[in-house]
């Protein structure tokens, strides 16, 4: 037993450095094709928004709004950078603390209602976010959008002064940004504090019984997971350069919808799950391009399917795979001969 | 100061604009309480109905015809919709996995309906023209008409909750789903129901917004969303509560982009919500 513990422990160990050698050299696999960094930047950019939606449902919440703290975010680094005269990395952070400290005031009022509730009432948050831009056109320039959001300042890294206006280069800002969140991320979910997530998941009166300050806990779960997005979001703004509150924009009901879906299709248990879906359905929309107008239909129909037959999405099918090989095992002892293929 | 004619308009607009949002949540909160989802395809449904409207009106059928046949074809689209896609499944959370169905149905609705019907903005022919006097103000007929539909079909599914034996046992299975299948009830038959009932409120939220406003892919997102608002204001299952909810918003929505301009109009249905919540979690007159 310990024997293939250790062997698994090992195979971990392996992908892993597989992957961040393969994540580090991808500019030079993909010789400097600046599409396919694009798409890989944004990729990085939504698994750490993905990523922040898990983290509420580690407190049995669906929330539907974090693209309207990804809006904070995005709109507060925008204009942080090109009205306050800030400079990337403090408005990164307080473009963060800004989506933190809007999710904790609304934390309050949000928590205290559970379940479907609360996923409409992040719904109606990120809408009204949107809502606001779109129509105060005087800050935010409107339905035209913000335009000439600047790139990050060049940094001199022993002796060398790098440059961030470039696909290639911001694609490791991104990447290391993202990399750094998600182990905060990863962090939380081992530690202490993951103890009360798991008792107020599980039975929340039961643990407001036992003493856990049950809509505390929840707000900080909240807080942290607004603070992500919130960095997506103003890593998404120095990438772009410009920003839109359209309906159809990255910011409109049918992004919800789709990180949403990215975060089911890749299994919403594993911390893995969201890099999973993201990463895959985003190599399915590449792969549509060309009836790009299908498209949502593609990702609609894999949500369902998903949540049909494999409720532990894309991440699960080891797993899933592991109980079925074991029951088939147990019937082929139980019925030696002949009997194999009826159930 | 603006005149009296653009405020009466602004009021009208609103209870018109209201009465759509009842409709809406008339649906979503039979879906949600008999069945425990959130059916966010519920805007899509909407504006499926609006354009099944469109298209019959454009083969010269009358627009209340018209509007009769699509609120039929949405009920047995309803119907179909409960039976293959949110039918409970053994072991499963229902609300995340109602959530994710209902999100993957809209991207493929949204998505057929552009390419389908275009991204161009259509509009039905006005349920009937003109305007009339008010206190001295001009009010265009086809607002009130749609008040007026709106308020014959609230009434419609109240008798039938209160008064017939399908309607009770819908409210039964709503109260205690266990309870009521001892007694006979079949809870995924009063699914079905909810669902076609929800389905055809939609169709006709969506052909009357259609008469008023314009009919786009994308018009369903905006009224679903204030349907739950109003849910959420008026508390779970109240039929009154979801009246004084989606007169709130409507008249919210109707007159603050007149008085402060739009940004500001844009808060208030967060600010009454979250106003709401802090003194009455349950909703204006909801209950346990």
């Known amino acids: 037993m310990s024997e293939t513990k250790r062997g698994r422990t090992v195979a971990k160990a392996a992908a892993v450095v597989v992957l961040v050698v393969v994540v580090f050299l991808m500019p030079n696999i993909l010789s400097g094709n600046k599409y396919w960094l694009t798409i890989l930047t944004l990729l990085a950019i939504n698994v750490l928004l993905v990523s922040s939606l898990r983290s509420v449902i580690l407190i049995n919440e669906i929330s539907l709004g974090h693209v309207g703290f990804a809006l904070i975010g995005a709109y507060a680094q925008a204009l942080l950078m090109m009205k306050g005269g800030l400079t990337f990395w403090p408005s990164l952070i307080l473009s963060g603390l800004l989506a933190a400290a809007v999710a904790s005031l609304l934390g309050h009022p949000f928590l205290k209602v559970r379940g479907i509730y609360f996923s409409i009432l992040t719904l109606l948050t990120a809408e009204t976010f949107r809502l606001v831009v779109y129509y105060w056109t005087g800050l935010t320039g409107g339905s035209l959008g913000l335009v000439g959001v600047p790139s990050p300042e060049p940094v001199t890294l022993f002796g060398r002064t790098v440059e961030f206006n470039t696909v290639n280069t911001y694609y490791y800002l991104a990447v290391g940004v993202v990399v750094i969140a998600l182990l905060i991320l990863y962090h939380f979910e081992r530690a202490y504090i993951n103890f009360q997530w798991r008792a107020i998941r599980d039975d929340s009166m039961l643990a407001g019984a036992l003493g856990i300050n049950v809509v505390g806990f929840k707000m900080v779960n909240f807080t942290i997971s607004a603070f992500m997005a919130g960095i997506s979001g103003g890593l998404f703004a120095a990438f772009q350069h410009n920003l839109s509150p359209d309906t159809t924009s990255r910011f409109g009901v049918t992004m919800s919808i789709y990180l949403l879906v990215y975060m089911v299709v890749g299994g919403q248990t594993r911390f893995i799950g969201p890099l999973i879906g993201t990463a895959v359905l985003t190599l399915v929309a590449e792969a549509t391009r060309s009836i790009a107008e299908y498209q949502p239909m593609v990702t609609g129909s894999i949500a369902i399917l998903v949540m049909i037959f494999l409720p532990m999405g894309l991440a699960g099918i080891p797993a899933q795979i592991q109980t079925w090989l074991r029951k088939r095992r147990l019937r082929s002892a139980e019925a030696p001969v002949g009997g194999g293929t009826e159930r | ?288």
């Open chain 2, 1 to 288: 100061m603006k005149s009296f004619d653009v405020w009466m308009q602004a009021i009208v607009n609103g209870i018109a604009l209201g009465w759509l949002y009842v409709l809406m949540a008339m649906g979503l909160t039979l879906m949600l309480s008999i069945m425990g989802i959130l059916q966010l395809a519920h805007g899509e449904i909407y504006m499926m109905g609006a354009f099944l409207v469109y298209y019959l009106t454009r083969r010269e059928i009358g627009i209340y015809p018209a509007i009769v046949v699509s609120m039929a074809a949405m009920a047995v689209l309803g119907v179909i919709l409960e039976r293959v896609l949110f039918r409970p499944r053994p072991g499963r959370d229902v609300a995340l996995t109602s959530i994710v169905i209902s999100t993957g149905l809209t991207l493929i609705l949204s998505s057929a309906a552009v390419v389908g019907f275009g991204l161009y903005t259509k509009s039905l022919p006005p349920l009937i023209s003109g305007s009339f006097d008010l206190f001295g103000a001009g009010v265009p007929k086809d607002r009130i008409l749609a008040i007026g539909f709106s308020v014959v079909a609230l009434i419609l599914l109240y008798t039938f909750l209160k008064r017939t034996r399908l309607g009770l046992a819908m409210v039964a299975s709503a109260q205690n789903r266990e309870g009521s299948f001892l007694k006979g009830i079949n809870p995924n038959h009063m699914s079905m129901a909810a669902m076609a009932i929800g389905c055809a409120l939609a169709a006709l939220a969506g052909a009357l917004a259609g008469s008023i406003l314009q009919l786009h892919p994308y018009m369903g997102s905006l009224p679903m969303i204030n349907g739950l608002v109003t849910i959420v204001l008026g508390g779970l299952g109240s039929i009154p509560g979801a009246v004084i909810g989606g007169m709130i918003l409507g008249l919210l929505n109707g007159i603050l982009p007149v008085m402060f301009g739009a940004a500001a109009a844009s808060v208030a249905p967060l600010v009454i919500v979250i106003l709401v919540l802090l003194f009455r979690p349950k909703g204006i007159l909801g209950h346990e």
